[in-house]
């Protein structure tokens, strides 16, 4: 299930550089429930940071990741904002270089959530799991609209019990 690679062997024999120059913004607002979350949360074993996409396979990695943390685990496992985590050194960023395991739920091969934790935490050695490799369906699908709600939610539960049979 490790791939420690931001660049999977799926990318049709393109070269993809290791990094790209990028200026992100630093986020000027700081949530005060996101922070009370993340310390309330600290000391659980395993923090999850999972792909956000849009596509089909990024919302069944997601629905995996919320199954997971909030129902499967929750006593073992904290859910990571990613967007908060990539956008300010403060809690969510915090929970993600502190945990003593981290598993990076990504979507597909692409494994865009460690590819940006990667961009802000030097060093930063996740646990990648790529959801889509863990269920059958029909790999030409794209869009979230391609695949009812009930099959997707199935696809989602089967990767998230996957994934907790390893605590």
Do not use: W
């Amino acid at each position: 299930m490790n791939n420690p690679s931001c660049c999977g062997p799926e990318n049709n024999g393109q070269v993809i550089e290791s990094y790209e120059d990028i200026r992100i913004e630093s986020a000027k607002n700081i949530c005060g429930l996101c922070e009370n979350y993340a310390e309330r949360q600290k000391s659980k074993p395993i923090a999850v940071m999972c792909c956000e996409g849009a596509c089909l396979r990024g919302d069944i990695a997601r629905q995996a990741a919320n199954i997971l943390c909030h129902t499967l685990a929750p006593e073992k496992t904290v859910r990571i904002c990613l967007g908060g985590a990539f956008t300010k050194n403060t809690g969510q960023r915090n929970l993600v270089r502190t945990a003593p395991r981290l598993i990076s739920l990504e979507g597909c091969f692409v494994n865009c959530s460690s590819c940006m934790m990667h961009g802000v935490i030097q060093g930063l050695e996740p646990e990648v799991i790529i959801a889509d490799r863990l269920y059958d369906f029909d790999r030409n699908l794209f869009g979230i609209d391609e695949m009812s709600p009930e099959e997707a939610r199935v696809h989602a539960n089967t990767v998230a019990m996957k994934i907790a049979a390893t605590f």
